[in-house]
Nanobody
């Protein structure tokens, strides 16, 4: 089973940018959906952005004008470009992969993901 490892987190001031990366141990062309999630202390994990096997992207309303999901041509790295960060974006961020759902497009936002990275902290100060 593929393993996912996030990197690129850290601390930034409000209004700044960060780019998260998710390295897969194998190419991900057989996935139906790839996603970025986050979980803030005391809150449920929420989906932020997804990309399907033909690179169609979908976003949660809370981030759609600020965050961009993408992956490289080799399909081994997933990215999340985060711009205009706000203190409320402070959370653990996770990448996830789906090999089972047969979903695509916006349906990737509601997939039950079963392959997860370990998470990485993003802290935005005011």
């Amino acid at each position: 089973q593929v393993q996912l490892v996030e990197s690129g987190g850290g601390s930034v001031q409000a209004g700044g940018s960060l780019r998260l990366s998710c390295a897969a141990s194998a190419e991900t062309s057989s996935t139906y959906c790839l996603a970025w999630f986050r979980q803030a202390p005391g809150k449920e994990r929420e989906v932020l952005a997804t990309i399907d096997r033909i690179d169609r992207t979908s976003y949660a309303d809370s981030v759609k004008d600020r965050f961009t999901i993408s992956r490289d041509g080799a399909k081994k790295n997933l990215y999340l470009q985060m711009n205009n960060l706000k203190p409320e974006d402070t959370a653990m961020y996770y990448c996830a992969a789906d090999y089972e759902s047969f979903k695509n497009g916006r349906a990737c936002l509601v997939v039950l993901y079963k392959v997860w990275g370990q998470g990485i902290q993003v802290t935005v100060s005011s």
